[in-house]
């Protein structure tokens, strides 16, 4: 490529009087606008799909916009209103939960199926391939097949008649119905951050076990002395990529306990209340904006807060 | 050419301004309500989930109106049913909607509180005499004056129930209940007997079950929710008495038709409301069940059924208002639902079309008898469903009687927090 060849730095600036510099600085007259034609497709996606979106959603969050009247400016009177929304604080509580519950065992689980998949031992393909399925599954055949198991006459609760527990009201009580979504997220979940992980064990020297090893050190005490330090990088990423994933869940809980979130909304999350305050033809647009402003808000201070502890550890 | 940094900034900025200067559309114009004019010009019709099944016939009513008016031209479109009023309200605000909207009565209210649709009294009254009174009358919203779109076809249905469960109860199986009295009784019966394990009912009272109930939903001046009163309360309080005896299913909190519908399929709930289309769903899907299944009419205290209603709106906007006119009439007119009704279980909305052979004459068959049955209480049926409630308030009113059923709350507080919220969302509908 011509412009990999251009000199950088004051002297290129200057130009130079060399004859064998002259189509070099040709090509550099080109060069303010070339990088910015390259980024202009990317640009334009971003702008039109993730930046007009956002500004779009904060404008609306201080007007009283509904979908089919423009609104007003109404300045923080909907965020005013969120403080006294039974259903909002239910939603954050529920989404708050989620991340409690279901970031724990996303970092922790996929990495401990990393170890065991690790090794080269004949027919671990098809172990791999079998975990990584559900990630590739589509949501809502995954939500249903949940549903389906878990129902009141399912083969979960056939199963727990059978050795005398007796059914149990997964998709009946909110909290078992919270934590089956989880579930359902963490199964899921578990293939994708599984192939991060073992990304990231390749990495890890074998010296170090070995070391490890000889100075009488088991399994398990190499797995926190080595494996654990070696990989926190990446249970950082992956923390912080399931606690964001996990604040915005929406599918799991949606297709569990139904569109009106569970018995009384008792399992609506902060995004399934903006979907049902926002959407329709009577969806109030400014309302479930203001909303939207304070998920991201919360995911914001999530990622300052992983990335935060991650150099506190470094430090 | 090089292109400065400031000229591609300017861009930038401005592609991510325009949009905005062109958000918040929505129209006060309401539009001319001059339907004068020759019919002609291209018009795009919009249904709602019905190009799977019955293509040729609406290829067919298109290339007849076309033959009919020379000059105009149909393009026809088709939703699915899942999302059909994002898809409007998208339509709305991005001025892209369709001439002619196949709509029901509560997607008709917010469009024509927002100017998109045309009223008919002003531009199409000639045709009013042509439907049943009631039907006509379904597609108007308390608090504006006007009618906002032809009724199109009407549903209702029987309650399906299961006559081996109700015979394993001790119950007769050729006497289901016919009032809420028996309906409580019986369930109650069915579930003792089943030891909580078969429920007769799999979902909680919605607007239309206290509307069939005789609870007042709405005040005279439609300016506010009334189904707070005693009676309200009282259906409320037998729901709840139900659940606790698992005569109204554990999951019924979280219960959508469909699961409902699943549930009675497998014999774990005993009644199911339905409609003749049903039948054929339980001969394939549950034959065990079709043998033993059992019909009989929606429980009402008011002598009055539910019915469902669809319509044909007219985009208020539209540039080809006879031609679009002219074309939701045709459809909607007697002799084409006639033709619809005799190729889907559903029944015309035109004055008379009820009391033709096809909807009164026996032949032996269930499906005849459930449509006969259904044609005769269609005649006295009810829309409950008030066109102001809204889908948030259908989940308000939800989510308070799951807080009753599951003892959160006295049937009387959640039905009082119930009309609050709607009140309240009614409000800001403006």
Known sequence: MASSTVPTGSRARRGSRAPEDRPVRRVRRQLPSSPWLFAAPGLLITGVFVLYPFVSTVINSFTDRRTLIPGKFVGLANFRELLDDDMFWIGLRNSTLYVLGVVPALVILPLLLALLVQKNIPGITFFRSAFYTPVVASIVVVGLIWVWLLDERGLINSLLEIIGVGRVGFLSDQWLLLVSAMAVTVWKGLGYYMIIYLAALANVPRELHEAAAVDGAGAIRRFVTVTVPAVRSTMVLVGALSSVAAFKVFSEVYLMAGPSGGPAGEDTTLVMLVQRTGTGLTGRVGYASAISVVVFVVTVVLMLLVLRADRKDES | ?430
């Open chain 2, 1 to 430: 050419m090089p292109i400065s940094r400031r000229a591609l900034a300017a861009t930038a900025v401005a592609a991510l301004v325009l949009p905005l200067s062109a958000c918040g559309s929505g129209s006060d114009d309401g539009g001319s309500s001059d339907a004068s004019g020759k019919v002609e010009g291209n018009i795009t019709f919009q249904t709602w989930n019905l190009r799977a099944n019955f293509k040729s016939y609406f290829e067919g009513v298109i290339a007849d109106f076309e033959k009919q008016y020379p000059g105009t031209h149909v393009k026809w479109v088709d939703q699915p049913a899942e999302g059909y009023p994002d898809k409007i309200s998208a339509d709305a605000a991005g001025g892209t909607l369709p001439d002619v909207v196949n709509v029901s009565p509560d997607l008709v209210a917010p469009l024509a509180k927002a100017g998109f649709a045309l009223d008919l009294d002003k531009s199409a009254a000639k045709y009013k005499k042509e439907y049943l009174a009631g039907a006509w009358a379904s597609h108007q919203i308390p608090g504006m004056s006007g009618t906002y779109a032809f009724p199109w076809y009407l549903n209702t249905g029987p309650l399906f129930y299961n006559k081996s469960l109700f015979k394993e109860a001790g119950l007769d199986p050729e006497q289901p209940p016919k009032t809420y009295d028996e309906l409580f009784t019986d369930a109650l019966e069915l579930a003792k007997k089943s030891d909580g394990k078969v429920a007769t009912l799999a979902n909680v009272p919605t607007v239309e079950d206290f509307g069939r109930y005789g609870v007042e939903l709405m005040n005279k001046e439609g300016t506010g929710f009334a189904f707070n009163d005693a009676k309200g309360v009282e259906l409320l309080t037998k729901y709840k008495e139900l659940y606790d005896a698992k005569a109204l299913d554990p999951q019924a909190l979280t219960a959508t038709p469909e699961s409902s519908g699943k549930k009675f399929l497998t014999g774990a709930v005993a009644m199911n409301p339905g409609s003749a289309l049903d039948l054929g769903n339980f001969k394939k899907q549950a034959p065990n069940l079709y043998k033993n299944i059992g019909i009989t009419d929606q429980i009402t205290s008011t002598g009055h059924v539910n019915m469902y209603v669809m319509g044909l709106m007219v985009n208020a906007q539209t540039k080809k208002k006879p031609a679009a006119i002219a074309f939701a009439h045709y459809v909607t007119d007697a002799e084409h639902q006639m033709s619809f009704a005799k190729k889907v279980a559903i029944f015309p909305s035109t004055a008379g079309s009820l009391d033709d052979p096809y909807f009164t004459k026996e032949d032996g068959t269930d499906e005849t008898r459930v449509r006969i049955a259904a044609a005769k209480s269609l005649k006295t049926a009810v829309n409950y469903t008030p066109v102001l409630f809204s889908d948030q308030m259908k989940t308000a009113l939800r989510n308070e009687v799951a807080k009753a059923l599951q003892g959160k709350e006295s049937p009387q507080d959640a039905l009082d927090n119930a009309v609050k919220a709607c009140d309240t969302l009614l409000q800001q509908q403006g």
